[in-house]
């Protein structure tokens, strides 16, 4: 159990410098930010599908649906921090990086179970 979720912390980690490596090139190369950050959480989601997939869950052969779970988790959680980063900042003066930071923390342990359970899960 240790060892799957420490895994999956690496997995997510390098997402992350995925994630943010893109964004800083095509910035770097003059795309508007707003399509800076949509390519690199796609680039980052890819690579950290293939990951779960592969490395962390152990997912073999075809299994129809898993990436469209992967999916619809990605997006529940990119909306929980959207939201939380509007109404937080909205209602007090926290800066909107110390919520971000915040909300996905949470989400990071909230994601790792969802994906375990719902996303990659095994059949009996």
Do not use: Q
Request: proline fraction near 4%; include cysteine.
């Amino acid at each position: 159990m240790v060892n799957l979720f420490l895994r999956y912390a690496v997995s997510a980690f390098l997402s992350l410098l995925i994630d943010n490596l893109v964004f800083f090139l095509l910035v770097l190369w003059n795309v508007p930010v707003s399509l800076a950050l949509i390519g690199g959480r796609t680039a980052s989601m890819m690579v950290n599908y293939a990951l779960l997939r592969n490395v962390v869950f152990n997912e073999s052969g075809v299994r129809p649906f898993i990436f469209f779970r992967y999916l619809g988790l990605v997006c529940f959680s990119g909306s929980v921090i959207w939201f939380t980063i509007r109404a937080v900042t909205t209602l007090t003066p926290v800066h909107p990086l110390t919520v971000k930071i915040a909300a996905e923390t949470v989400m990071f342990f909230f994601n790792y179970f969802a994906a375990k359970r719902f996303v990659f899960r095994r059949k009996p």
